[in-house]
């Protein structure tokens, strides 16, 4: 864990205005003794995510970060994949919400859309992009497969985690407690991917 911290000289910028990722990322890193600076409180703006995948997404805004801080960033796309909706709404889940971010309205749009389709597997999809002032960066990748359910259940997490249920549990990702989350969802299994290429 030690090494970790050295390596990012121990602060590191979360590249993400959306508070709910923001806190996520922050309780992945609190463990290695590493600072989290947001990018908001350091007054960087947020670029447009114009790239046609999760990993160019992150990528730009991970590069961003760290060229406007001048300290190592890590970014986060993420997003829902819905087969029946032929990867939908994939890289454009937060636009879903409109731009208000009402993930409610999202959910419904969803729901919506497969307007009854027996077919109602889902995965969650979070890439992780490692900055360096230098303008080098790298990607982790890490999914959570599962189903969608309707009416949505539970108050925790954010974005479309109350109609999301992972494989193997009864709960949705909006009824799990923190923790419990933590353990199973698609940010903490890029986080994993992340920790032990830094760590070789």
């Known amino acids: 864990m030690p090494a970790l911290n050295r390596l990012f000289g121990g602060r590191l910028v979360i590249a993400t205005h959306n508070p709910g990722k923001s806190r996520e990322i922050a309780e992945l890193i609190a463990p290695f003794g590493i600072a989290a600076v947001g990018a908001a409180a350091l007054g960087l703006p947020e670029p447009e995510e114009t790239g046609a995948t999760f990993e160019a997404n992150a990528e730009l805004k991970a590069r961003a970060a760290a060229a406007g801080s001048g300290l190592p960033a890590l970014a986060d796309d993420s997003g829902l994949v819905v087969p029946a909706l032929d990867g939908a709404p994939g890289v454009h889940s937060a636009r879903w919400a409109g731009t208000t971010r009402d993930f409610s309205v999202a959910m419904a749009k969803v729901e919506e859309a497969l307007a009854g389709a027996p077919d109602r597997r889902a995965y969650f999809v979070a890439v992780l992009a490692l900055a360096w002032p ?64 830094c760590l070789r």
């Open 134 to 197: 230098d303008g080098a960066v790298t990607t982790f990748r890490g999914e959570a497969h599962g189903d969608l359910v309707w009416p949505p259940r539970g108050k925790n997490g954010f974005g479309y985690d109350p109609m999301f249920r992972p494989e193997g549990s009864s709960m949705t990702f909006g009824e799990m407690p923190p923790a419990e989350k933590r353990k199973r969802n698609h940010r903490a299994r890029a986080f994993a991917k992340l920790e032990a290429a």
